[in-house]
């Protein structure tokens, strides 16, 4: 079963940036590639949303609160994804989760707390 590990959540000032990190362990590499993967996160007394995706053929999509401060990108060598965060405002505060699936599974990492400073 794949387990995958966030990293890289904290106290952010505003306009900061931040890296998370999501380690897809106990997957073969072919099993990592084919995943699309996606960083989705959930504010307090909110529903769980889509942040940023990036599919198995490279492509990416961001939800409009986050076009133009967020990527997502993907190393295949490491099975790793990450998220970079520029910009942060007060309502990027949430817990992130980072999500690997294909038609088969669907993973989710435990989350790690983003938190604006302000």
């Known amino acids: 079963q794949v387990q995958l590990v966030e990293s890289g959540g904290g106290l952010v000032q505003p306009g900061g940036s931040l890296r998370l990190s999501c380690v897809a362990s106990?997957?073969?590499?072919?099993?990592?590639?084919?995943?699309?993967k996606g960083w989705y996160r959930q504010a307090p007394g909110k529903q769980r949303e889509l942040v940023a995706m990036?599919?198995?053929?490279?492509?990416?999509n961001y939800a409009d609160s986050v076009k133009g401060r967020f990527t997502i990108t993907r190393d295949n060598s490491k099975k790793t994804i990450y998220r970079q965060m520029e910009s942060l405002k007060p309502e990027d505060t949430a817990v992130y989760y980072c999500?690997?699936?294909?038609?088969?599974?669907?993973?989710w990492g435990s989350g790690t707390q983003v938190t604006d400073s302000s």
């Open positions: 990036i599919t198995n053929d490279g492509s990416t």
């Open positions: 106990r997957s073969i590499l072919s099993t990592f590639t084919g995943f699309n």
């Open positions: 999500n690997m699936a294909d038609r088969d599974t669907d993973n």
